[in-house]
T-cell receptor, first 114, second 110 residues
Framework: AQSVTQPDIHITVSEGASLELRCNYS??????LFWYVQSPGQGLQLLLK??????LVQGIKGFEAEFKRSQSSFNLRKPSVHWSDAAEYFC????????????FGPGTSLSVIP | KAGVTQTPRYLIKTRGQQVTLSCSPI?????VSWYQQTPGQGLQFLFE???????NKGNFPGRFSGRQFSNSRSEMNVSTLELGDSALYLC?????????FGPGTRLLVL
């Protein structure tokens, strides 16, 4: 069965520091992988997705994620965090045949210190 | 271009009642999906519609149903409401590989 774990419930970083949010998935076939961000002012938003091809995926707002099949991971990174990045981040995995039937991780809450 | 709209934004119902939520996708988008978000269960996929056909359904009881109209607008219905149905219900529409979410309908069941 599909599952997604996000080991960090809450992370605090200083503005300008780099960020890495961890995501591990369990899925028997080739997964579709997603990162979403949810903030009070912006609602839920798709940051980036991996379907196939290049394992380093670029998204919106300066985020990127790397798919590592051997580690069943899809970690999200940003080189320099802005205060506006404070939000809840969700990793999700979907089936190759239907990318919309996704399983979401529990989320990581990000706080940014000015 | 208008975004995904959901109505109503807030709703209070009592146990046993039924509720219908509406979602209007971005113009031209034919795929609409629904999600439920609760503090206890997190985000969960409900169902997805494309061109008036349900393509996928999440692991929810039959009390949860939906439909899509020819103009791509979608409705979801929950019958015989339970306290645990209190949640934020989100819908999203896809165009190609980009997904857009609505602001959600917050349902409170008393």
């Amino acid at each position: 069965a599909q599952s997604v774990t996000q080991p960090d419930i809450h992370i605090t970083v200083s503005e300008g520091a780099s960020l890495e949010l961890r995501c591990n998935y369990s899925y028997g076939a080739t997964p579709y992988l997603f990162w979403y961000v949810q903030s009070p002012g912006q609602g839920l938003q798709l940051l980036l997705k991996y379907f196939s091809g290049d394992t380093l995926v670029q998204g919106i707002k300066g985020f990127e994620a790397e798919f590592k099949r051997s580690q069943s991971s899809f970690n999200l990174r940003k080189p320099s965090v802005h205060w506006s990045d404070a939000a809840e981040y969700f990793c999700a995995v979907g089936a190759e045949t239907s990318y919309d039937k996704v399983i979401f991780g529990p989320g990581t809450s990000l706080s940014v210190i000015p | 271009k208008a975004g995904v709209t959901q109505t109503p934004r807030y709703l209070i119902k009592t146990r046993g009642q039924q509720v219908t939520l509406s979602c209007s996708p971005i113009s031209g988008h034919r795929s609409v999906s629904w999600y439920q978000q609760t503090p206890g269960q997190g985000l969960q996929f409900l169902f997805e519609y494309f061109s008036e056909t349900q393509r996928n359904k999440g692991n929810f009881p039959g009390r949860f149903s939906g439909r899509q109209f020819s103009n791509s607008r979608s409705e979801m219905n929950v019958s015989t409401l339970e306290l645990g149905d209190s949640a934020l219900y989100l819908c999203a529409s896809w165009a190609g590989e980009t997904q857009y979410f609505g602001p959600g309908t917050r349902l409170l069941v008393l």
